[in-house]
C-alpha cells in the first residue's frame, strides 16, 4: 500500500471466528477450550511443542491457563484456537500479538499445533485464515513472524507460508535462562495478492491424490 493519504487506524484482529473447508479458527474461552487444548497442546506428552517459546512446558491445566492466560493478558495477545470443521476436536491455537492497528501491522506467533495439526493441510488453511483475515478484512499492511534462530522447523515454516526472512536481532532476548537470538520474517499487502493465489491452488482438492498427499508443493505455485 503505496498511497497513504487516507490511512486509517485498522482494527484489531481475532475478534471472530474464521471459517475455512478444513478448519475453524475461534477467539480464546478458556470454558470451553481449556480441556481439548490443554490435551492438543500442553499436556506432558506434547510438551517439546514449548521448547523454543518463552513459556511452558507445563504440569497441569491449571497452570497453562495460569500462565497462559497472564501472559496473553499482559501482552495483548488475541489467541485463536484451531479446530477441525468436522468433528470440532480442537487441534491446535495461534495468536495475533504485537498488534499495532495505528501502523496496520501484526505478527503471528505462539504458533502451537498438536501431532494431528503438524505438516498437514489443516494447518496450512489455518495459516491462510489468519492471513487473510488480517490482510482481507482488516486492510493491515504488514504480517510478521519471528522465531528462535536456532528453531529450524519455524523458519522453514515461515518461508514456506511465504514470509520473506528480513534479518536476525542478535541478543534479543533472555528465554528460560539462554540467549535467543530473533529471526524476522514478514509478508505485506503488496506480497499478499499473490501468496493468497498460491494458498487457494494448494488447498485446492486437485491439488491431493486419493490418499490426501499433495501433488505440488506448496512453494510451487507462487
Avoid at 475453524?24 to 477450550?33: A, F, Q
Avoid at 500462565?67 to 484456537?81: D, P, T, Y
Wanted: proline share 5%; hydrophobic share 40%.
Amino acid at each position: 500500500m503505496s498511497n497513504l493519504k487516507n490511512w486509517t487506524s485498522r482494527e484489531r484482529p481475532g475478534q471472530w471466528p474464521l471459517t475455512g473447508d478444513r478448519v475453524v479458527l475461534e477467539p480464546l474461552d478458556w470454558s470451553e477450550h481449556l480441556e481439548g487444548l490443554y490435551t492438543a497442546v500442553a499436556a506432558p506428552d506434547v510438551a517439546d511443542i514449548w521448547k523454543y517459546m518463552p513459556i511452558g512446558p507445563f504440569e497441569s491445566q491449571k497452570q497453562f491457563q495460569k500462565i497462559f492466560e497472564r501472559v496473553a493478558g499482559e501482552l495483548g495477545w488475541e489467541v485463536m484456537i484451531i479446530r477441525q470443521a468436522q468433528g470440532g476436536d480442537i487441534l491446535g491455537m495461534s495468536s495475533y500479538m504485537r498488534i499495532r492497528e495505528p501502523h496496520g501491522s501484526v505478527e503471528i506467533g505462539c504458533v502451537a499445533f498438536g501431532p494431528d495439526l503438524k505438516r498437514s493441510a489443516e494447518a496450512t488453511e489455518a495459516m491462510s485464515l489468519m492471513a487473510g483475515h488480517v490482510f482481507d478484512e482488516l486492510g493491515y499492511r504488514r504480517y510478521e513472524w519471528k522465531c528462535h534462530n536456532d528453531n529450524a522447523a519455524s523458519r522453514r515454516a515461515a518461508e514456506r507460508l511465504g514470509f520473506a526472512f528480513e534479518g536476525v536481532f542478535r541478543n534479543d532476548m533472555v528465554v528460560k535462562g539462554k540467549n535467543r537470538d530473533t529471526a524476522w520474517f514478514a509478508m505485506t499487502d503488496d506480497d499478499w495478492p499473490a501468496l493468497q493465489k498460491a494458498f487457494k491452488a494448494w488447498l485446492s482438492p486437485k491439488n491431493f491424490d486419493a490418499s490426501g498427499a499433495q501433488k505440488k508443493r506448496l512453494e510451487a505455485f507462487r
